[in-house]
């Protein structure tokens, strides 16, 4: 008895008002279609922003370059259609005290065939395609590029023996690596070997004939600095052939100093703008218009400015304030939906049985 009268108390003492029971409205199957409408359209909005934050975006900062006394790595790897024993390979560094070659490293030269294997020309070609197309989209797909880490194919031409393409040797193959100093530069690929020289140094090309010179050449790998992802090397796949034997090609090559900071890597590296001239050397030319020598000559120079691309992921209190208020509006627009729906069905219900009243 107690009990029931203090349940009955603590009854009384509630501060919330009720309705009375027939004053509620009863549940309909149009108002359980616009819940069930909602929660799914709640769903869809939410699912989507999890992905969102789950998602990472790239940001990308400048700042000028303090790094000018490391050694820079220049990544070659060049098949030029003329024999070893011909061709010269050497640096020039431009300086306030003049231009030297001293530089680290050295470059191998291999006999090889200019002509590739079906193999190799299937291989080659896919180089081309797949780095033709990152230089056309790459605005479009950078940020994906950078995030997943890609750094090229990851594979290297096949080299087979000799024999596998009929004939003679007849052309060299360039590779390695060199360490230069972060100054303009020219790297540069000509007829004869080079011998030191007061200003420099010099190319003995007397015993070479002219019929000998092809500069005919096949880029498979040109870059600075370590491999780092998302970066693209322009002149990967690159094929020039000529049948003139005096041209030059001429490779203007603008660096960018670039630190890549993603959740995965964190590379130090160089990206690479380049623009291409190439001309036939023909020395009866008055003045300087037919003048220079044949080869293939790359002229880089440094960006003053350090690109920085960092990953980050997106904040959570962001994520937080952006799930509260899609539940919330949702909710707010769902009901003021309802209600005006409901207002103008009872408003042409009104209408309709006002119509029927006076007709009967």
């Not at 004053?23 to 992905?51: D, H, P, R």
């Not at 231009?99 to 299937?122: I, K, M, N």
């Not at 350090?306 to 952006?322: D, H, L, N, P």
Request: glycine residues 10%; hydrophobic residues 35%; proline residues 4%.
């Amino acid at each position: 008895m107690l009990r029931k009268r203090t349940l009955k108390i603590v009854k009384e003492l509630d501060a919330f008002p009720k309705v009375p029971k027939d004053y509620a409205e009863t549940g309909s199957s149009g108002g359980g279609a616009v819940s069930i409408l909602i929660f799914l359209v709640m769903a869809a909005l939410v699912v989507s922003e999890i992905m969102n934050y789950v998602s990472t975006e790239m940001h990308f900062n400048y700042e000028v370059d303090a790094q000018i006394d490391r050694k820079l790595k220049i990544n070659v790897d060049i098949t030029v259609a003329m024999a070893c024993d011909a061709l010269g390979a050497d640096i020039v560094e431009l300086t306030d005290q003049g231009s030297h070659t001293e530089v680290e490293g050295q470059l191998e030269q291999d006999p090889v065939h200019f002509e590739l294997s079906d193999r190799q020309r299937q291989y080659f070609a896919t180089i081309q395609h797949v780095n033709t197309y990152l230089r056309n989209q790459y605005h479009a797909i950078q940020a994906v590029l950078w995030k997943s880490g890609y750094s090229g194919m990851g594979v290297e031409m096949p080299r087979g023996p000799l024999e596998s393409v009929p004939g003679e040797a007849k052309a060299c193959r360039l590779h390695g690596s060199i360490y230069v100093n972060k100054v303009s530069g020219n790297f540069h690929i000509t007829a004869g070997k080079s011998i030191p020289h007061p200003r420099g140094h010099v190319h003995l090309t007397d015993s070479i004939y002219r019929e000998d010179h092809n500069f005919s050449h096949r880029i498979e790998r040109l870059s600075f600095g370590e491999v780092g992802p998302g970066v693209v090397s322009p002149l990967d796949g690159d094929e020039v052939l000529t049948t003139e034997p005096y041209k030059m090609f001429q490779y203007f090559i603008q660096i960018v100093p670039t630190k890549v900071r993603t959740l995965a890597h964190s590379v130090d590296t160089y990206q690479f703008s380049v623009t291409t001239l190439n001309r036939t050397i023909d020395h009866s030319l008055p003045g300087h218009g037919g003048g220079g020598a044949p080869g293939i000559f790359f002229k880089y120079k440094f960006s003053p400015l350090t690109v920085i691309g960092t990953e980050e992921r997106k904040s959570v209190w962001k994520f937080t304030v952006r799930l509260c208020g899609i539940v919330g509006g949702i909710f707010s627009t769902a009901g003021l939906l309802q209600r005006l729906c409901g207002y103008v069905t009872n408003l042409l219900l009104g209408h309709f049985s006002k119509q029927q009243h006076s007709s009967s």
